[in-house]
């Protein structure tokens, strides 16, 4: 089998293995709709990028893959709850997510709103399971995994991306700036990603510091990529509307740096990421390899 | 000094050390106003009832009262973004909030969706400290805080309640489903303050028994007197609205008990409170004793 062919299919095994979990511990039985909401947010839908790097980075350090599986659904959990929030009329005002009607068309705004705040707390309840659980996690992985989550979701991380994102509507930016903003808004929980998985097993600090590295030069591909792709996908490629950060008028890199530039930023991150691995010594570690080329060879 | 004037000087003493922790950890420097809106929806206000629960177990049980602190601050956060998210058009929609207009009034309804979602997590980063950090919490005690904070935050608790509370306007609701939504709504979290006091010091099972039974009458309690104070005060002397869940057609104890009867049942659980401690062995425990005093006596 080919390492393109057996990367396809590990994918897909995760993919199950998530979508499973997910299926567990999003509660269908939370009172008043409001567990089919936090569901319709998290299920059945998405490309799981974020649970695939925890995976792959528990792997490459040889982790507990049960432990890995909490964080990959906090991790999803925390996505798909900014994606709930973020579609809100008050924000982007946005009707079409994952080829569906956003959460608050089809629950209405309050609904959502909550969901995206019941869906954020679960992320730290599945990573802080009680002792009596079948795959107890041990306390210190428990706080690491909560705090690497908590800072990569908040002020300093994909909520302070999303204020910047806000306050720069029409707005020049510079390059400096835009690359600020997507560290914080996509980049953050991509790096904690691979950081979380990487928690789950024994790690040098070098060994660290390289998947550190590559989860940031990563974090910052994907988004000049998103934003390549919204100019130039339809939005039913995409699942999503097409072209909306240009018309929100919203900073991008292509609208910075122009197409050619950010095509150029996207191979050099990508490249960025994989010398990050080499020289960390994780060369064993394919499966994160093969994710940095999904990230900028995607299509949607 | 007599019981009730160094209550009094217990209270202050606590309130101004949990204002300034809050003052401390909730960042002026957010980008994009998000640090401003987060500030101004938690700091300079509120009762912080759950701050001083926290605190007044940690000293029954001769807890860490710096543990404690984080603890305080981190139940505020969640108590104050509730309410920013609870006050939005979506939701109740309300403009006044401890005598001030509310945070989407101020700063617009997505930076306030977004300093909500920033002060979630902002908890569990507050919970988190690293090892550098001049007073480090054990693994074991921030993992079982971040559990216990989840739990109380999300569907089977705080936002669970939400969604039973809207699914409910203008609903006849059963004496149980509404004592159900209560316990969720406002009493979880009540209660995790309790127990994450108490999950600072040495606790025996039964004291843990004694000190949870305590804030689940004392979480019921708070509602019922809410409840009333909603149909017997002005809005000035509350700070917010009254009379808003009467307007909104929400079923409370008053609409569906009586308010001879509300009365009644908030005396009961007074008494239940009172007793929890007395047969928990924690009749040194004052102030847990006199907070319970205070919850059902307020005006306000």
């Not at 869906?119 to 995994?145: G, I, K, R, S």
Request: net charge negative.
């Amino acid at each position: 089998m080919s390492s393109a062919a057996s990367f396809d299919t590990w994918v897909q095994d995760e993919l199950q293995r998530v979508e499973s979990a997910l299926s567990r511990w999003v509660p269908a039985d939370a009172p008043a709709g409001l567990g089919q909401a936090m569901r319709y947010g998290v299920l059945d839908g998405g490309k799981r990028l974020r649970p695939l790097l925890v995976r792959a980075a528990c792997e490459a350090v040889a982790g507990d893959l049960h432990a890995a599986l909490r964080a990959a659904v906090a991790v999803e959990l925390i996505h798909a709850y900014s994606l709930v929030h973020d579609d809100m009329p008050c924000m982007d005002n946005d009707v079409l997510r994952r080829g569906k009607p956003t959460v608050h068309v089809q629950y209405g705004e309050a609904v959502a709103m909550l969901a995206g705040d019941a869906m954020q707390a679960l992320a730290f309840e599945v990573l802080t399971p009680d002792d009596n659980d079948a795959e107890p996690m041990p306390a210190l992985l428990q706080a690491q995994m909560c705090s690497l989550l908590a800072r990569a979701a908040g002020h300093t991380g994909m909520a302070g991306g999303q204020a910047i994102d806000l306050a720069s509507i029409g707005k020049p930016l510079a390059e400096d700036a835009l690359c600020d903003m997507h560290r914080r808004k996509t980049g953050a929980l991509l790096q904690a990603s691979v950081l979380m998985g990487a928690a789950t097993g024994p790690c040098s600090p070098a060994t660290r510091q390289a998947l550190s590295d590559y989860g940031a030069a990563l974090g910052l591909a994907f988004q000049v990529v998103d934003d390549i792709l919204d100019v130039t996908q339809s939005s039913a490629t995409l699942g999503k509307s097409a072209g909306k950060d240009l018309d929100a008028n919203k900073p991008t890199y292509v609208t910075v740096l122009g197409l050619d530039e950010a095509r150029r930023q996207a191979a050099a991150l990508h490249a960025q990421a994989l010398l990050a691995l080499a020289d960390g010594g994780l060369g064993h570690a394919v499966h994160l390899r093969l994710l940095a080329d999904m990230v900028v060879e995607r299509e949607s």
